[in-house]
Protein backbone atom coordinates (compact mmCIF):
# COMPACT_ATOMS: atom_id res chain seq x y z
CA UNK A 1 0.00 0.00 0.00
CA UNK A 2 1.97 2.97 -1.37
CA UNK A 3 -0.10 4.70 -3.78
CA UNK A 4 -1.12 7.89 -1.82
CA UNK A 5 -3.59 9.49 -4.18
CA UNK A 6 -7.79 10.15 -3.14
CA UNK A 7 -9.55 11.31 -6.47
CA UNK A 8 -12.71 12.59 -5.25
CA UNK A 9 -15.93 14.14 -7.19
CA UNK A 10 -18.86 15.50 -6.31
CA UNK A 11 -22.10 13.26 -7.38
CA UNK A 12 -25.32 14.75 -6.23
CA UNK A 13 -27.42 11.67 -7.19
CA UNK A 14 -27.15 7.55 -8.48
CA UNK A 15 -28.29 8.96 -11.93
CA UNK A 16 -24.89 10.60 -12.27
CA UNK A 17 -22.90 7.41 -11.39
CA UNK A 18 -21.36 6.30 -14.14
CA UNK A 19 -20.95 9.85 -15.72
CA UNK A 20 -18.77 10.62 -12.82
CA UNK A 21 -16.65 7.51 -12.51
CA UNK A 22 -16.40 7.75 -16.30
CA UNK A 23 -14.30 11.31 -14.99
CA UNK A 24 -12.42 9.89 -12.65
CA UNK A 25 -10.86 7.22 -14.09
CA UNK A 26 -10.14 8.91 -17.12
CA UNK A 27 -7.82 11.00 -14.54
CA UNK A 28 -6.40 7.73 -12.93
CA UNK A 29 -5.33 6.57 -17.23
CA UNK A 30 -8.11 4.66 -17.77
CA UNK A 31 -10.35 1.57 -16.68
CA UNK A 32 -7.57 -0.13 -19.30
CA UNK A 33 -4.80 0.49 -16.58
CA UNK A 34 -6.92 -1.82 -13.71
CA UNK A 35 -8.87 -4.42 -16.26
CA UNK A 36 -7.40 -6.90 -18.76
CA UNK A 37 -9.03 -8.18 -21.85
CA UNK A 38 -10.73 -11.53 -20.49
CA UNK A 39 -10.07 -11.41 -16.85
CA UNK A 40 -12.47 -11.97 -14.35
CA UNK A 41 -12.71 -9.34 -11.65
CA UNK A 42 -14.49 -9.84 -8.65
CA UNK A 43 -16.68 -6.68 -7.56
CA UNK A 44 -16.44 -6.76 -3.98
CA UNK A 45 -19.62 -4.60 -2.70
CA UNK A 46 -20.85 -3.99 0.57
CA UNK A 47 -23.89 -6.07 0.88
CA UNK A 48 -24.00 -6.57 4.73
CA UNK A 49 -27.83 -7.50 5.03
CA UNK A 50 -30.88 -7.88 2.41
CA UNK A 51 -32.02 -4.28 3.06
CA UNK A 52 -33.20 -1.97 -0.24
CA UNK A 53 -30.39 0.54 -1.66
CA UNK A 54 -32.56 3.57 -0.01
CA UNK A 55 -31.44 2.18 3.51
CA UNK A 56 -27.74 3.07 3.06
CA UNK A 57 -26.96 -0.08 4.33
CA UNK A 58 -25.17 -1.59 1.32
CA UNK A 59 -23.37 -0.41 -1.55
CA UNK A 60 -26.01 1.09 -4.07
CA UNK A 61 -26.69 -0.98 -7.26
CA UNK A 62 -25.93 2.24 -9.50
CA UNK A 63 -22.53 1.87 -8.38
CA UNK A 64 -21.51 -1.68 -9.02
CA UNK A 65 -23.48 -1.57 -12.34
CA UNK A 66 -21.46 1.40 -13.18
CA UNK A 67 -18.26 -0.23 -12.61
CA UNK A 68 -19.49 -3.57 -14.17
CA UNK A 69 -20.20 -1.63 -17.36
CA UNK A 70 -16.58 -0.02 -17.16
CA UNK A 71 -14.96 -3.36 -16.37
CA UNK A 72 -17.18 -4.97 -19.57
CA UNK A 73 -15.99 -2.13 -21.77
CA UNK A 74 -12.07 -2.61 -21.35
CA UNK A 75 -12.52 -6.25 -22.11
CA UNK A 76 -13.44 -7.66 -18.58
CA UNK A 77 -15.85 -10.22 -16.77
CA UNK A 78 -17.09 -8.29 -13.81
CA UNK A 79 -18.20 -10.48 -11.02
CA UNK A 80 -20.16 -9.49 -8.32
CA UNK A 81 -20.57 -11.04 -4.70
CA UNK A 82 -19.93 -10.54 -1.07
CA UNK A 83 -20.81 -13.35 2.36
CA UNK A 84 -23.64 -10.93 4.42
CA UNK A 85 -23.17 -11.59 7.82
CA UNK A 86 -25.37 -13.44 10.54
CA UNK A 87 -26.11 -15.92 7.72
CA UNK A 88 -25.17 -19.67 6.32
CA UNK A 89 -22.89 -19.17 2.94
CA UNK A 90 -25.37 -21.00 0.59
CA UNK A 91 -27.16 -19.93 -2.54
CA UNK A 92 -31.03 -19.35 -1.93
CA UNK A 93 -29.41 -16.99 1.05
CA UNK A 94 -27.47 -15.12 -1.80
CA UNK A 95 -30.35 -15.01 -3.98
CA UNK A 96 -32.07 -13.29 -1.27
CA UNK A 97 -29.24 -11.14 -0.68
CA UNK A 98 -28.64 -10.05 -4.65
CA UNK A 99 -32.80 -9.31 -5.06
CA UNK A 100 -32.59 -7.33 -2.37
CA UNK A 101 -30.18 -5.33 -2.41
CA UNK A 102 -30.80 -4.69 -5.95
CA UNK A 103 -27.61 -6.34 -7.18
CA UNK A 104 -30.09 -8.58 -9.44
CA UNK A 105 -30.78 -6.17 -11.67
CA UNK A 106 -27.87 -3.99 -11.81
CA UNK A 107 -26.06 -7.25 -13.36
CA UNK A 108 -29.02 -7.80 -15.67
CA UNK A 109 -28.11 -4.07 -17.13
CA UNK A 110 -24.66 -4.11 -17.24
CA UNK A 111 -23.45 -7.83 -18.50
CA UNK A 112 -22.03 -8.21 -15.07
CA UNK A 113 -22.28 -12.03 -13.39
CA UNK A 114 -23.64 -12.98 -9.80
CA UNK A 115 -22.18 -15.58 -8.20
CA UNK A 116 -23.59 -17.98 -6.32
CA UNK A 117 -20.35 -19.83 -5.36
CA UNK A 118 -20.95 -20.65 -2.18
CA UNK A 119 -18.00 -22.97 -1.38
CA UNK A 120 -14.53 -21.19 0.61
CA UNK A 121 -11.30 -21.89 0.22
CA UNK A 122 -7.86 -22.19 2.62
CA UNK A 123 -5.85 -19.69 1.61
CA UNK A 124 -2.66 -18.13 2.76
CA UNK A 125 -1.72 -14.48 4.45
CA UNK A 126 1.94 -14.18 3.47
CA UNK A 127 1.79 -10.44 4.92
CA UNK A 128 -0.65 -11.13 8.06
CA UNK A 129 0.03 -9.76 11.50
CA UNK A 130 -2.91 -11.70 13.19
CA UNK A 131 -3.73 -13.90 10.35
CA UNK A 132 -1.24 -16.40 8.61
CA UNK A 133 -3.95 -18.44 7.09
CA UNK A 134 -7.98 -17.85 6.61
CA UNK A 135 -11.15 -19.81 4.83
CA UNK A 136 -12.42 -17.41 2.59
CA UNK A 137 -14.89 -17.64 0.10
CA UNK A 138 -14.27 -19.11 -3.49
CA UNK A 139 -14.68 -15.99 -5.72
CA UNK A 140 -12.38 -13.88 -3.89
CA UNK A 141 -9.51 -16.87 -3.99
CA UNK A 142 -10.26 -17.54 -7.74
CA UNK A 143 -10.40 -14.11 -9.93
CA UNK A 144 -8.29 -12.61 -11.29
CA UNK A 145 -8.42 -9.31 -9.58
CA UNK A 146 -10.29 -7.53 -7.19
CA UNK A 147 -12.44 -4.17 -7.07
CA UNK A 148 -13.15 -3.23 -3.68
CA UNK A 149 -16.74 -1.22 -3.94
CA UNK A 150 -17.25 0.01 -0.73
CA UNK A 151 -19.72 2.18 1.55
CA UNK A 152 -19.45 5.34 3.62
CA UNK A 153 -21.10 4.20 6.94
CA UNK A 154 -20.51 4.74 10.22
CA UNK A 155 -19.63 1.57 12.77
CA UNK A 156 -20.39 1.08 16.38
CA UNK A 157 -17.31 -1.13 16.65
CA UNK A 158 -15.10 0.36 14.28
CA UNK A 159 -15.85 4.05 14.39
CA UNK A 160 -16.76 4.08 10.63
CA UNK A 161 -16.45 0.99 8.03
CA UNK A 162 -14.82 1.62 4.48
CA UNK A 163 -12.89 -0.20 2.07
CA UNK A 164 -10.38 -2.03 4.73
CA UNK A 165 -13.31 -2.91 6.81
CA UNK A 166 -15.11 -4.37 3.37
CA UNK A 167 -12.66 -7.20 3.04
CA UNK A 168 -14.06 -8.84 6.25
CA UNK A 169 -16.94 -10.06 3.71
CA UNK A 170 -14.31 -12.28 1.79
CA UNK A 171 -14.95 -14.45 5.43
CA UNK A 172 -18.01 -16.90 4.94
CA UNK A 173 -21.30 -16.31 6.37
CA UNK A 174 -21.35 -17.74 10.18
CA UNK A 175 -17.75 -17.78 9.51
CA UNK A 176 -17.20 -14.22 11.02
CA UNK A 177 -18.37 -14.96 14.30
CA UNK A 178 -15.14 -16.80 15.22
CA UNK A 179 -13.29 -13.77 14.16
CA UNK A 180 -15.34 -11.55 16.91
CA UNK A 181 -14.90 -14.18 19.74
CA UNK A 182 -10.88 -15.04 18.89
CA UNK A 183 -10.42 -10.86 18.17
CA UNK A 184 -13.04 -9.44 20.23
CA UNK A 185 -11.15 -6.01 20.86
CA UNK A 186 -10.83 -3.10 17.86
CA UNK A 187 -7.70 -3.17 18.23
CA UNK A 188 -7.41 -6.58 16.91
CA UNK A 189 -10.16 -6.57 14.98
CA UNK A 190 -7.96 -3.88 12.88
CA UNK A 191 -5.55 -6.21 12.42
CA UNK A 192 -7.55 -8.74 10.99
CA UNK A 193 -9.02 -6.41 8.48
CA UNK A 194 -5.66 -5.46 7.60
CA UNK A 195 -4.31 -8.99 7.19
CA UNK A 196 -7.95 -9.38 5.20
CA UNK A 197 -7.34 -6.30 2.58
CA UNK A 198 -3.13 -7.37 2.10
CA UNK A 199 -4.71 -10.40 1.02
CA UNK A 200 -7.19 -8.87 -1.35
CA UNK A 201 -5.03 -6.46 -2.83
CA UNK A 202 -7.79 -4.45 -4.39
CA UNK A 203 -6.79 -3.00 -7.62
CA UNK A 204 -9.54 -0.04 -7.37
CA UNK A 205 -11.19 0.83 -4.36
CA UNK A 206 -14.52 3.05 -4.95
CA UNK A 207 -16.38 4.45 -2.07
CA UNK A 208 -20.47 5.32 -2.38
CA UNK A 209 -20.66 8.13 -0.63
CA UNK A 210 -23.70 9.65 -2.55
CA UNK A 211 -26.10 8.67 0.09
CA UNK A 212 -24.32 7.31 3.15
CA UNK A 213 -25.38 6.34 6.95
CA UNK A 214 -24.08 8.43 10.37
CA UNK A 215 -25.37 8.05 13.85
CA UNK A 216 -25.53 4.10 14.97
CA UNK A 217 -24.71 2.12 12.05
CA UNK A 218 -23.49 -0.20 10.06
CA UNK A 219 -27.11 -1.94 10.17
CA UNK A 220 -30.59 -0.62 10.51
CA UNK A 221 -29.92 1.34 13.18
CA UNK A 222 -27.96 3.48 11.41
CA UNK A 223 -29.66 7.13 9.65
CA UNK A 224 -28.85 7.93 5.84
CA UNK A 225 -27.40 10.96 4.89
CA UNK A 226 -27.04 12.92 1.54
CA UNK A 227 -23.82 13.36 1.19
CA UNK A 228 -23.56 13.38 -2.92
CA UNK A 229 -19.58 12.11 -3.27
CA UNK A 230 -17.48 9.33 -4.65
CA UNK A 231 -14.38 8.45 -3.64
CA UNK A 232 -11.64 6.67 -5.88
CA UNK A 233 -8.23 5.19 -5.22
CA UNK A 234 -5.76 2.63 -5.80
CA UNK A 235 -4.83 2.10 -2.01
CA UNK A 236 -7.96 1.20 0.15
CA UNK A 237 -5.97 2.38 3.34
CA UNK A 238 -5.57 6.58 2.18
CA UNK A 239 -9.05 6.50 0.85
CA UNK A 240 -9.89 4.95 4.43
CA UNK A 241 -7.53 8.41 5.48
CA UNK A 242 -9.67 10.74 3.35
CA UNK A 243 -12.88 9.57 3.78
CA UNK A 244 -12.37 9.65 7.84
CA UNK A 245 -11.21 13.47 7.06
CA UNK A 246 -14.39 14.34 5.43
CA UNK A 247 -16.64 12.76 8.31
CA UNK A 248 -14.29 14.10 10.62
CA UNK A 249 -13.77 10.47 12.64
CA UNK A 250 -11.25 11.54 15.64
CA UNK A 251 -8.53 10.12 14.87
CA UNK A 252 -8.04 7.89 18.60
CA UNK A 253 -11.35 7.12 17.80
CA UNK A 254 -10.18 5.27 14.40
CA UNK A 255 -8.41 1.65 15.58
CA UNK A 256 -7.90 1.25 11.92
CA UNK A 257 -6.15 3.92 11.51
CA UNK A 258 -4.13 3.93 14.81
CA UNK A 259 -3.19 -0.21 13.99
CA UNK A 260 -1.84 1.11 10.14
CA UNK A 261 0.56 3.44 12.15
CA UNK A 262 1.81 0.75 14.53
CA UNK A 263 2.47 -1.62 11.64
CA UNK A 264 4.20 0.94 9.50
CA UNK A 265 1.86 0.85 6.60
CA UNK A 266 1.14 4.23 5.23
CA UNK A 267 -0.51 6.40 4.24
CA UNK A 268 -2.31 6.50 8.08
CA UNK A 269 -2.83 10.28 8.57
CA UNK A 270 -4.59 13.50 6.10
CA UNK A 271 -1.65 15.03 5.50
CA UNK A 272 -0.10 12.05 4.00
CA UNK A 273 -3.44 11.85 1.41
CA UNK A 274 -2.64 13.58 -1.69
CA UNK A 275 -6.52 14.82 -2.76
CA UNK A 276 -7.47 15.44 -6.33
CA UNK A 277 -10.88 17.08 -6.56
CA UNK A 278 -10.86 19.42 -3.81
CA UNK A 279 -9.49 20.81 -0.20
CA UNK A 280 -10.25 19.48 3.06
CA UNK A 281 -11.63 22.38 3.86
CA UNK A 282 -13.95 22.32 1.03
CA UNK A 283 -15.21 18.70 1.37
CA UNK A 284 -15.07 18.14 4.91
CA UNK A 285 -18.30 17.73 6.94
CA UNK A 286 -18.59 19.48 10.43
CA UNK A 287 -21.64 18.01 11.74
CA UNK A 288 -21.56 14.03 10.46
CA UNK A 289 -23.14 12.34 13.04
CA UNK A 290 -21.33 8.96 14.82
CA UNK A 291 -22.17 6.08 17.13
CA UNK A 292 -22.78 7.31 20.79
CA UNK A 293 -19.51 5.09 22.01
CA UNK A 294 -17.28 7.26 19.45
CA UNK A 295 -14.82 8.06 21.94
CA UNK A 296 -11.34 8.02 23.57
CA UNK A 297 -11.37 4.27 24.40
CA UNK A 298 -10.67 4.39 28.19
CA UNK A 299 -9.40 1.25 28.07
CA UNK A 300 -6.70 2.47 25.81
CA UNK A 301 -5.63 4.06 29.30
CA UNK A 302 -5.92 0.66 31.18
CA UNK A 303 -1.92 -0.54 29.86
CA UNK A 304 -1.39 -3.97 30.83
CA UNK A 305 -4.44 -5.72 32.40
CA UNK A 306 -5.35 -8.67 31.39
CA UNK A 307 -7.68 -11.55 32.23
CA UNK A 308 -10.31 -11.05 34.72
CA UNK A 309 -9.81 -7.70 35.58
CA UNK A 310 -9.31 -6.41 31.72
CA UNK A 311 -12.52 -8.11 31.27
CA UNK A 312 -14.12 -6.92 34.33
CA UNK A 313 -12.87 -3.21 33.46
CA UNK A 314 -14.34 -3.46 30.03
CA UNK A 315 -17.53 -5.05 31.54
CA UNK A 316 -18.24 -1.88 33.50
CA UNK A 317 -17.12 1.09 31.27
CA UNK A 318 -18.15 0.14 27.81
CA UNK A 319 -21.56 -0.11 25.89
CA UNK A 320 -23.94 -3.67 26.35
CA UNK A 321 -26.53 -4.58 24.21
CA UNK A 322 -30.26 -4.39 25.17
CA UNK A 323 -33.47 -6.18 23.41
CA UNK A 324 -36.14 -3.88 22.58
CA UNK A 325 -38.68 -6.64 23.42
CA UNK A 326 -41.93 -4.24 21.58
CA UNK A 327 -39.39 -4.21 18.37
CA UNK A 328 -37.89 -8.07 18.43
CA UNK A 329 -39.79 -10.56 16.62
CA UNK A 330 -37.91 -13.31 17.63
CA UNK A 331 -35.56 -14.24 14.45
CA UNK A 332 -32.96 -15.44 15.77
CA UNK A 333 -30.30 -13.09 13.34
CA UNK A 334 -28.95 -11.73 16.69
CA UNK A 335 -28.70 -15.20 18.30
CA UNK A 336 -26.78 -16.76 15.28
CA UNK A 337 -24.11 -14.06 14.97
CA UNK A 338 -23.36 -14.20 18.42
CA UNK A 339 -19.49 -14.87 19.25
CA UNK A 340 -19.87 -15.42 22.89
CA UNK A 341 -23.14 -17.05 22.79
CA UNK A 342 -24.28 -14.74 25.20
CA UNK A 343 -27.93 -14.21 23.27
CA UNK A 344 -30.69 -16.83 24.08
CA UNK A 345 -34.72 -16.99 22.84
CA UNK A 346 -36.80 -16.79 25.55
CA UNK A 347 -40.74 -16.62 24.85
CA UNK A 348 -40.13 -15.85 21.51
CA UNK A 349 -37.83 -12.67 22.00
CA UNK A 350 -34.29 -12.43 22.52
CA UNK A 351 -32.23 -12.31 25.83
CA UNK A 352 -29.03 -10.74 25.95
CA UNK A 353 -27.00 -12.09 28.93
CA UNK A 354 -24.54 -9.48 30.15
CA UNK A 355 -21.76 -11.66 31.74
CA UNK A 356 -20.78 -13.73 28.11
CA UNK A 357 -21.55 -10.59 26.33
CA UNK A 358 -17.97 -9.92 24.22
CA UNK A 359 -19.07 -6.46 22.87
CA UNK A 360 -18.35 -6.87 19.31
CA UNK A 361 -22.18 -5.56 18.74
CA UNK A 362 -22.81 -7.98 16.08
CA UNK A 363 -26.84 -7.84 17.59
CA UNK A 364 -27.00 -4.21 17.29
CA UNK A 365 -25.49 -4.17 13.01
CA UNK A 366 -27.06 -6.97 12.09
CA UNK A 367 -31.16 -6.50 13.78
CA UNK A 368 -32.80 -5.93 10.60
CA UNK A 369 -35.90 -4.57 13.76
CA UNK A 370 -33.81 -1.62 15.24
CA UNK A 371 -34.29 -3.77 18.69
CA UNK A 372 -31.01 -4.10 19.71
CA UNK A 373 -30.05 -0.81 21.65
CA UNK A 374 -26.39 0.25 23.54
CA UNK A 375 -26.60 0.83 26.56
CA UNK A 376 -23.65 1.94 29.37
CA UNK A 377 -24.02 1.04 32.89
CA UNK A 378 -24.14 4.36 35.26
CA UNK A 379 -19.67 4.50 35.33
CA UNK A 380 -20.04 4.07 32.34
CA UNK A 381 -21.73 7.16 31.69
CA UNK A 382 -20.28 8.90 34.49
CA UNK A 383 -17.02 8.62 33.23
CA UNK A 384 -18.28 9.42 29.30
Known sequence: MTETHVYVIRCGGYEQTEEALRSVLSQMGGM??????G???????????????EAAVCTHPAVVEAVAKLV??????????????GALQKESTLRHLYEKTGMTQAAARSGAELSYDASTRQVSVPRGKALHQAEVITPAAEADGVFDLCKMKTHVLMGM??????????????????????????????DVVLDLTSFLSPRLSIMDGI????????????????????LVSENPLALDVAAAEIMGLPRDSNPLLLAAQRRGLTPNRAEDVELVGGSWEELCIPDYRFPSNVRRDLMEFLGPLAGPAKKLCKAILSQTPKIQPGRCVG????????PGKAITLEGGK?????GSCIRCFCCHELCPQKAVELKRGPLGRLLK
Open 32 to 37: ERFVKP
Open 39 to 53: ERILLKANLLRPAPP
Open 72 to 85: REAGGQAIITDSPG
Open 161 to 190: TGAVKNSFGIIPGLSKVGFHGSHPDRTAFA
Open 211 to 230: LAMEGEGPGASGTPRQVGLL
Open 331 to 338: CGICQKAC
Open 350 to 354: AKVHP
